[in-house]
């Protein structure tokens, strides 16, 4: 059981990571307008201010390389808790950014999922 | 709504760390046989593993310094998830290690909550 979950787990990173480096106007189609962001602290609600926040972060490209993922089914039927830690290289920066980020997935029909919680903090120092 | 989620969150963690801290065979009133706890991507699974583990991590003391936490309602009815970031501090240990970690809290009768779901990572670098 755990073995599937963490290849959904898995999956649903690997595609999310992949829009917000490539395409991140197409996050929109993973959060709802019950979607909750929490970034750096800050509270957004809903898919259009959500993407609003992510379309407008000020940088045009961005790469996130991801160092682990965890998974685990949380009481939502079918709905999955996802932890995440990896780096964020920024064009024209030297260093690159730590973070850490939690989602709780929860699924939709056709064997899919959208973004209920999402949480995203730096890890400083 | 969401200051309510705030303090609850805060209280809990707040509380949590005071145990771990402090008392940590008293971190088995916050798990049920259905919890999960994925230590630094090892996976366990209910009360008693959970707190066994934790009982028996390598040190005797030692105190979390918590420096965000952020909380929000997930969509099970009144749980919450929390995301937390902190050092954490060993004695004779002349650096303090950084660490993440969420949880996923159910509420019980009483206007108490269980973790559902806690997932802890150090974070490096």
Redesign the interface.
């Known amino acids: 059981m755990?073995e599937q979950i963490d290849l959904v787990g898995k999956a649903f990173i690997d595609h999310y990571y992949h829009l917000l480096d490539n395409d991140r106007p197409a996050l929109s189609s993973l959060y709802r307008p019950?979607s909750?962001l929490?970034f750096e602290?800050q509270?957004i609600l809903g898919v259009e201010d959500i993407t609003a926040k992510l379309t407008s972060l000020p940088f045009d490209q961005c790469q996130h390389v991801i160092s682990?993922i965890?998974s685990?089914?949380?009481?939502?039927a079918g709905?999955i808790?996802v932890?995440v830690?990896g780096s964020l290289q920024l064009p024209g920066e030297e260093h690159h950014l730590?973070f850490?980020q939690?989602f709780?997935l929860?699924p939709v029909l056709e064997g899919n999922f959208f973004v209920?919680?999402d949480?995203f903090?730096l890890?400083y120092?």
């Not at 685990?72 to 939502?76: A, E, G, V």
Request: charged share 15%; glycine share 10%; no cysteine.
């Open positions: 755990e019950s909750m929490t602290g509270k682990t965890d685990q089914p949380s009481t939502f709905g808790v932890f830690s730590r850490s939690m709780h929860v209920q919680n949480m903090l890890n120092g």
